[in-house]
Each structure stands twice: as structure tokens, then as C-alpha cells.
């Protein structure tokens, strides 16, 4: 008598996914540790109210904007691989690399807008943060654009499995911010 056994067919990762998965769990802890020291300070400092009163919630917000738009073009340029739509993927792509830059423009003006008034890293202990959070992050987004250029330029179907794997990357940028933005400029 012979046994038989029924076999189910396992799904199968893209080349990658699990190292990406293991970079980005890398980053949660840097950006945690961040986060958490800069929490544990701000409660035991008094709140911070006077220099948070420095940062701008308008340009913050319109940077939320532009990552949060960022994301969707993400997922729209992932979505058009999966179609077999080139045209879209580089339409889609061409649209996250320019709101990435704009992010970091706007980054680059509210810098200079702290420098001029004199404040720079080491004007206290809150600034400390604020620089090196969104410095830190601006850095990571650069790398994303710098992901998502490369990807721009190779895109093929047979290598539509790094949309996916990039996209994993901008959104874990676009998470950092979500959390840097009411710390640094809503409380």
C-alpha cells in the first residue's frame, strides 16, 4: 500500500526581501534608540517648549505632505511594473526622486532659516536632536533617492521584484518621518 502525501506549493520571497527586512530592523533600533533618548530627555528637561516654539509647523507639514505623496508613487510605480507598464514605473519613479529632492530642499531652507537666527546644533539640548533626527533622516532619504534612481534607470520585468524591495526602503523613510514630525514640531 503506498502513501500518499499531498504537497502544497510554498511562496517563494523575492531575492533580497529578508535582507532588506534585517537592514530596516537595523534602522528601527537606530532611529528608536533616537527617539527614546530624546523622549527621556525631553521629559526630564521640562518640555522644550521655547525652542520647539522655533520650528515651523507649516514647513513641517508640507514636507509630511511631500513623503506622504512620495509613497504613493511608490506604490503607483511598483503597481505599473506588476502591469508590465514601463512607462508608468519611470513616470511614477521620476515623480518620488523629484518629491524626495523637494523634501530636501525644503530641509535645506529650514536649515538656513535656523542658521540665520543663530541656532545651530550645540544652541541646546533640543536642537541637538532636532539636527541630528532630521539630519539623520535627510541622509536616508538621499540614499532613497539615490535607490530609486538606480532602480529608474534598470527597471526591467524580469527585475520588478526591486521596485518592491525599494519601495520597503522609502517607506521605512516616510514611517521615520511620520514619527520625527509631532516630536519635533507638534508637542
Excluded: C
Excluded at 87 to 105: C, E, I, M, S
Excluded at 167 to 184: A, C, K, S
Amino acid at each position: 500500500m503506498a502513501v500518499r502525501v499531498e504537497t502544497h506549493p510554498v511562496a517563494q520571497l523575492a531575492p533580497g526581501k529578508v535582507g532588506v527586512w534585517w537592514f530596516l530592523a537595523s534602522e528601527i533600533m537606530l532611529f528608536g534608540g533616537l527617539i527614546a533618548s530624546y523622549v527621556v530627555m525631553r521629559v526630564g528637561g521640562g518640555g522644550w517648549a521655547d525652542e520647539r516654539a522655533h520650528t515651523s509647523l507649516l514647513i513641517g507639514g508640507i514636507n509630511t505632505l511631500v513623503l506622504l505623496t512620495s509613497s504613493m508613487t511608490v506604490v503607483e510605480a511598483f503597481a505599473a511594473g506588476e502591469r508590465g507598464d514601463g512607462r508608468g514605473v519611470r513616470r511614477n519613479l521620476g515623480w518620488t526622486l523629484l518629491l524626495g529632492l523637494a523634501f530636501l530642499v525644503i530641509k535645506g531652507f529650514e536649515y538656513s532659516i535656523k542658521f540665520s537666527h543663530g541656532i545651530t546644533p550645540t544652541t541646546a539640548p533640543f536642537w541637538s536632536f532636532y539636527f541630528t533626527m532630521t539630519g539623520l533622516h535627510g541622509l536616508h532619504v538621499l540614499a532613497g533617492i539615490v535607490i530609486n534612481a538606480f532602480l529608474l534607470a534598470t527597471w526591467t520585468r524580469e527585475r520588478q521584484h526591486r521596485l518592491e524591495l525599494g519601495g520597503l526602503y522609502w517607506h521605512f523613510v516616510d514611517i521615520v518621518w511620520i514619527f520625527l514630525f509631532p516630536l519635533l514640531y507638534m508637542s
